[in-house]
């Protein structure tokens, strides 16, 4: 009798324990995936687009981390984007590429602008005139 209780205190130890371990790691899980944030790029030249693409980013990540997440080539000089996916601004003919988010213009370089959950950015390779 004794061996029979013991073996059943055993196995409820293992099934209890075992239980509180997977409760972990979905938490854990859950955690990962609530600090995701998915963006929206697209690539516009003259404000007509040509490319998008969403990316998934971790929460507080800037405009360039995500830039770069989408597997688009992008160039960058003193700060300033200078080309992506081989589509490179032309500073002779005054095209470069602005960017907005969410329709407004950016207030800081890609480098420091942070982004936000299902912002919508967009990369326009347009001519400026000075």
């Known amino acids: 009798m004794k061996k029979l209780f013991t073996q059943l205190t055993l196995v409820f130890a293992l099934v209890f324990g075992l239980a509180g371990c997977g409760n972990q790691t979905t ?13 929206t790029y697209n690539l516009k030249r003259q404000h007509h687009e040509f490319a998008s693409k969403k990316v998934k980013v971790k929460n507080g990540a800037t405009v360039l981390k995500g830039l770069q997440k989408t597997g688009w080539k992008v160039k960058l000089n003193k700060g300033m984007v200078t080309s992506i996916d081989n589509n490179t601004q032309n500073e002779k003919q005054k095209v470069y590429w602005m960017y907005k988010i969410n329709g407004q213009e950016a207030q800081n370089g890609v480098a420091k602008q942070k982004v936000h959950r299902n912002d919508k950015i967009d990369f326009d390779l347009q001519t400026v005139n000075q």
């Open 27 to 39: 938490h854990s899980k859950s955690a990962a995936n609530d600090n995701q944030i998915t963006i």
